[in-house]
């Protein structure tokens, strides 16, 4: 018989489980990167990607209604298009998740001690690991300290650089060019419609944390009703958030300096004549990648769970912990996994991979979504379209290493299961 989860997660531990996964995710790693390719459209990407983002969590909160079990879109997938498309978005989760893992330990290392980040990176993904062994409840209260430590942060960040004399309203430039390969250094020109969309794809990779909540599933109290709730106030909450700080880094580096910056919360208070609070910067920063390696494992370890349930992964990961009831195979898998990436790994190569592996994920999100008849809410298929098209434009908008890296580790996951088929 497949034993279940225990369910102990009611809609405010859902929401920052969610708000663990997107702060870290994002405001210390993405806004570099989403700047270099957007210039002065930065602003304009982050609105691209958090309306794609709503789409994405709408339908996959209404999925998750009627499919309230580990796996997120895998599950759905499964149910609604047939089990080749069930397995690719859990490929697809997977793989891409576990470079994110990475991604987030080494920011870890970098930010707590830079000559040894490989090594603090690995310990982290040690040390997480076993929380979440001892029970999802462990999981979900470590992370309430991590999000309450992180947005005392960012509140901090944002007072300091609005009210600084360096601040000024004229570099956030909301201005669009039109020709394709033009894009703002500046403080305020005008960007490109193409840096734009690849700026929202790279800033996607922050919003996705929400799937954290839809794949907590079968540990949520009363899931028809706590889902619906937690996804759309955790990614409000984090959009408001991010466009705050957005507009705070902004109006004191520029887009320009903001694209070259490795660390631009750090380099924005410095500019803002705070270096006092640049150690409270890279503390806040250390414990929001922890927050958001936290639910990745959860999530990730929940996906593998239900692929080995249905034998697609080997059914040992598949294992219930009779006393902590959480899938302790599983989770020492991906933490095993995580670690390995964690000592060898890149941090920037790894945001544009994972993004295009997530992109693909919501799309079949949105197709499972677009497939279920709701009377009651006419709504639905428009979302599930807006998403599902946002989904591939992003997708193929970002940097070409990352889309063909992303779409050969997508036909690997085909070839995966025909040969499993056969």
Known sequence: MTQELRRTLGVFD???VGLGAMLGAGVFVALGPAAGAAGSGLLWGLAVAALVAYC??????RLAVDYPA???TYVYGRERLGPFWGWLAGWAFVVGKT?????????VGAYVWPGQAHAVAVGAVVVLTAVNYGGVQKSATLTRVIVAVVLGVLAAVVVVSLRSDAADAGRLGLGLGTEAGSVAGSEGGSASAHGVLQAAGLLFFAFAGYARITTLGEEVRDPARTIPRAVPLALGLVLAVYACVAVAVLSVLGAGELGRSAAPLADAVRAAGASWLVPVVRVGAAAAALGALLALILGISRTTLAMARDGHLPRALAAVHPRFRVPHRAELAVGAVVAVLAATADVRGAIGFSSFGVLAYYAIANASAWTVVSVGSPGVRIRAAVGLVGCVVLAFALPVPSVVTGAAVLLLGAALYAVRRR
């Open 14 to 16: 859902a929401v920052v």
């Open 70 to 72: 580990s796996g997120g």
């Open 99 to 107: 470079a994110s893992c990475a991604a987030m330990a080494l920011t």
């Open 56 to 61: 994405n969590a709408m339908s996959s909160a």
